[in-house]
């Protein structure tokens, strides 16, 4: 009888302990965000709060920015949808996701008194209506690019049709990215139709192009990383990827070029956002006003080598860097803009998906 | 008597909470999203049974989840056939390094799961170690592809991050019958094999079936395998689940597919269930 009592006891200072404990870690976290600086979350695609800037940001604000890269388009809406302002303060996106943020009512407007760097971006992308709503700024254009074919110059001696996509002889060879929609809309271009408002009967033809293209699939790529590996180590030869995927390959040594294929591919514009809510707006905003600020875009063409939306950043460039970014040249986006599709908000984005798992799936 | 009620308070509590947060309010509002449906970005509350129509009636889901429950089938089996060998051998061969190996089989569960997948890429790919061998010897002469980003790589890979959950409870079954077992079977006129078949092998048979069970059930559920090696052909019901509740914002037909793998999970648990009582008549 002693003993049952000794034993009971023993689980109920257990139990105590165990609550105990929860209590100091609850305390410890809280008690050690208060005393830190200010430190800004944000979720965003992979680049874009790397280091080598967020600590001249720091340097600059005293105020760290902690960066989450996404995996996919997917997770930016999942993510914010289910954390908030809990978890984040900033998200950088692409075009086809502010129109659905701001819908959502998960972001806020900008004050631009607080981001004068806004006044020097190329007037197209002050332009733009998509990221703004009831004559208020949501999103500021960060960067923007094509998703370009990839290739390996010991495979290919030239830009490689997209007809490749559906040549046996690559059987196994190829990839595309697995968890957005990109291969979904460039069938759509293929197709010559608009890849972004495409009907059940017109993704029912883009899903007949893409089972075509299945066998040649080696894998599908989620991350920027992922897809430097396989084409580093050869199992893929040329995929539809961004321009950080060449230059990281190019680092490496490994004998790679990139290139649109005609008729066109699909590309982004992508922009800063303010998750609705955020205790550190006024922050958030600095540092928006940093990433668009001639070294805050300069800083993130060297990690990425997307084209930027400041041209003050040109004297920062060598002669090299501004040819490649045509920074010089206002006009180019307006050219671009005829050979790229930019990602949209799609209506019926669940048969868009349903079309990709059904590639995904098929034998 | 005050102190008899706190004990019970703060005994009570714990398992409390932790069963509301992460049971039943975590399962229901997923059979609740299930019956619902999703216009654009609004979840319309409203009782339907769109959702299991569509599962059924596309061959992306249903096609999908039947072939999740293959690979868990097909990753049991070899679980079985590779695991059940290395616990006996464990058992009746092994006396000074049996700790030893046992410690070796439960270590590689402290090693993060992510970090053991990646292991195999390394292993596998096409300039991965079993190339690189097999064209040295001179067995291929290009590099096998079938390796990775193939079912064939998904099913090793869960195989292997799964089987120390078959090994251990059929290790422990083992353990547990005693050498007069034996000596009575050789005594009687047995041999090895009918001993095996006819003594041991049924007084496993519990450890076996709650080994097969976790492996099942840990694999079914699985997407990070299937992402990292499954290539095209190794696309999981869990992969589609994760992409439905991604920016598609189909939170619904996502809680459907997962609440239709979770009855289906339960249905072959509970028949396994209902053999291991049959055999329960066996216990030592």
Redesign the interface.
């Known amino acids: 009888m002693k003993k049952k009592g000794n034993f ?1 006891k023993q ?2 200072a257990g ?2 302990l ?2 105990g404990a929860l209590l100091l870690v609850g305390l410890f976290v809280t008690g050690t965000s208060k005393a830190a600086k200010v430190t800004l979350s944000a979720l965003v695609w992979e680049g874009y709060t790397d280091e080598s800037f967020t600590k001249v940001f720091l340097e600059k604000y005293g105020a760290e920015v902690k960066g989450t890269y996404v995996g ?7 993510k914010v ?1 289910a954390g908030g302002a809990a978890s984040y303060d900033l998200v950088a996106l692409s075009s086809n ?1 502010p129109k ?1 943020m701001i ?2 009512d998960l972001v806020q407007p900008i004050d631009l008194k607080n981001v004068p760097n806004y006044n020097d971006i190329f007037e197209f992308f002050r332009k733009l209506d998509y990221n703004k709503k009831d004559g208020q700024v949501y999103g500021v254009n960060y960067t923007w690019g094509p998703d370009p074919v990839t290739y390996r110059t010991d495979v290919f001696t030239s830009c490689p049709p997209w007809d490749i996509f559906k040549d046996p002889k690559y059987k ?1 060879k190829l990839s595309v990215p697995g ?2 929609n990109t291969a979904v809309f460039q069938a759509g271009i293929l197709l010559g139709t608009d890849p972004y408002t495409m009907d059940k009967a017109k993704l029912e033809e883009a899903k007949k192009l893409l089972i075509q293209w ?1 066998p040649q ?4 790529w ?1 991350t920027a990383g992922e897809l430097t590996n396989l084409i580093a ?3 893929v030869v040329a995929s539809i990827s961004w321009p950080i995927i060449t230059l990281d390959l190019k680092k490496q040594g490994i004998p790679v070029a990139e290139c649109i294929p005609d008729p066109g591919t699909s590309g982004w514009i992508d922009q800063w956002m303010v998750v609705k809510g955020t205790k550190n707006k006024d922050m958030a905003e600095k540092w928006i006003n940093f990433a668009i600020s001639p070294e805050g875009q300069y800083a993130v063409f060297k990690v990425t080598n997307y084209f930027i939306v400041n041209p003050k950043a040109a004297p920062l460039m060598t002669p090299d860097e501004k040819a490649f970014t045509h920074i010089d040249d206002p006009n180019y986006i307006v050219e671009a803009s005829k050979k790229i599709k930019w990602w949209q908000p799609i ?1 019926n ?2 048969e ?3 079309v ?3 590639f ?2 098929a034998k | 008597m005050k102190g008899r009620r706190l004990e019970f308070i703060v005994l009570i509590i714990v398992p409390i909470l932790w069963i509301t947060i992460l049971e039943i309010f975590a399962y229901s509002s997923l059979l609740i999203y299930s019956f619902w449906d999703t216009e654009y970005l609004t979840i319309i509350k409203e009782f339907t049974l769109k959702n299991f129509v569509k599962i059924f009636t596309t061959p992306l889901y249903y096609g999908t989840i039947l072939k999740t429950v293959g690979i868990g089938v097909t990753v049991s089996i070899l679980a079985l056939i590779l695991g059940y060998p290395v616990a006996f051998f464990i058992a009746y061969r092994l006396k000074k390094y049996k700790n030893l190996l046992l410690l070796l089989i439960i270590m590689q569960l402290w090693i993060s799961y992510l970090v053991r997948a990646y292991a195999w890429k390394i292993v596998l790919g096409t300039n991965g170690v079993i190339n690189q061998f097999l064209l040295f010897i001179g067995v291929i002469d290009e590099p096998l592809s079938i390796l990775l980003y193939s079912k064939f790589a998904l099913i090793l890979v869960l195989t292997m991050a799964f089987i120390a959950f078959l090994i251990i409870p059929v290790y422990a079954m083992l353990e547990k019958i005693p050498d007069e077992f034996l000596q009575a079977s050789y005594d009687l006129g047995a041999g090895r094999f009918t001993t095996f078949w006819r003594v041991i092998f049924p007084l496993t048979l519990p450890g076996v079936i709650a080994g097969i069970t976790s492996v099942f059930a840990l694999s079914v559920g699985d997407f990070v395998a299937a992402l990292l090696v499954g290539g095209p052909e190794g696309i999981m019901i869990g992969n589609i689940v994760w992409s439905l509740f991604g920016s598609a914002f189909q939170w619904t037909l996502g809680a459907a597919n997962g609440l239709v793998l979770i009855l289906l999970v339960a249905f072959i648990l509970y028949i396994s269930e209902k053999i291991a009582a049959r055999y329960s008549g066996m216990e030592i």
Not at chain 1, 72 to 78: C, R, S
């Open positions: 009971r689980i109920v139990a105590a165990f609550i996919g388009m997917d997770e930016f809406f999942a949808k996701l659905r819908d959502s196994g968890e957005d299945r699939i080696r894998a599908f989620s180590n050869k199992e209506q984005e669940g868009y998906n349903e990709r798992q059904a995904k799936t």
